[in-house]
Nanobody, 128 residues
Framework: VQLQASGGGLVQAGGSLRLSCATSGRSANSLHMGWFRHTPGKEREFVAFISGTGRLTHYQDSMKGRFTISRDNAKNTVYLQMNSLNSEDTALYYC??????????????????????WGHGTQVTVSS
């Protein structure tokens, strides 16, 4: 499985960005997907999760209402729409994937160790 994240960039506070994660190597609906972000000096932080079918989603509490995760399995792509961005959203954003059904349960979706496949990150910088 290969994951390719894109869509990062420089945006002003209050602005929006849409990140994309292109997947390959497995059927898209078999890949449960997570977005994480990392800032130097901090631990990798869970952002959002979507199940392979798209029926199940979860978000970090601080991002609910601002971020939306979605997927288009016909295009083998998962999206993260980010609105009302602020300086605290500045980070390197990663998409991650796993095929095991267990990632959907017991809050495992928020744990980086639950994901076997990782893509390279895409940088998001929010200027104030």
């Amino acid at each position: 499985v290969q994951l390719q994240a894109s869509g990062g960039g420089l945006v002003q506070a209050g602005g929006s960005l849409r990140l994309s994660c292109a997947t390959s190597g497995r059927s898209a609906n078999s890949l449960h997907m997570g977005w994480f972000r990392h800032t130097p000096g901090k631990e990798r932080e869970f952002v959002a999760f979507i199940s392979g079918t798209g029926r199940l989603t979860h978000y970090q509490d601080s991002m609910k209402g601002r971020f939306t995760i979605s997927r288009d399995n016909a295009k083998n792509t998962v999206y993260l729409q980010m609105n009302s961005l602020n300086s605290e959203d500045t980070a390197l954003y990663y998409c991650a994937s796993d095929t095991r059904a267990t990632v959907q349960y017991n809050n495992r979706w928020s744990n980086p160790s639950a994901y076997f496949y990782w893509g390279h990150g895409t940088q998001v910088t929010v200027s104030s």
